[in-house]
């Protein structure tokens, strides 16, 4: 999933240091969107994709957008 995000750990690492080590999750997502709105449509875009294209019953395995965010923030936080 993430591989369609170009310098995604720099990215983070960029996100983590406009906001400091200490941000609260919802700080992360928030200052990720303002500095990586294209990337944050990609994520939207991809999940939607995801929801079109898995059959009625099923579940794909990418949690929603903000859920993905608040993943990335937890395995990523220095």
């Given at each position: 999933?993430?591989?369609?995000?170009?310098?995604?750990k720099?990215?983070?690492?960029?996100?983590?240091k406009?906001?400091?080590?200490?941000?609260?999750?919802?700080?992360?997502?928030?200052?990720?969107?303002?500095?990586?709105?294209?990337?944050?449509?990609?994520?939207q875009?991809?999940?939607?994709?995801?929801?079109?294209?898995?059959?009625?019953?099923?579940?794909?395995?990418?949690?929603?957008?903000?859920?993905?965010?608040?993943?990335?923030?937890?395995?990523?936080?220095?």
């Amino acid at each position: 999933m993430g591989s369609f995000i170009k310098f995604k750990k720099a990215k983070i690492e960029n996100v983590f240091k406009n906001t400091g080590s200490n941000c609260s999750e919802e700080e992360f997502v928030t200052t990720f969107k303002l500095l990586y709105p294209d990337d944050w449509l990609k994520i939207q875009d991809f999940w939607l994709n995801e929801e079109r294209c898995t059959p009625p019953g099923k579940k794909h395995p990418m949690p929603d957008p903000e859920t993905y965010m608040k993943e990335m923030y937890r395995n990523h936080k220095p």
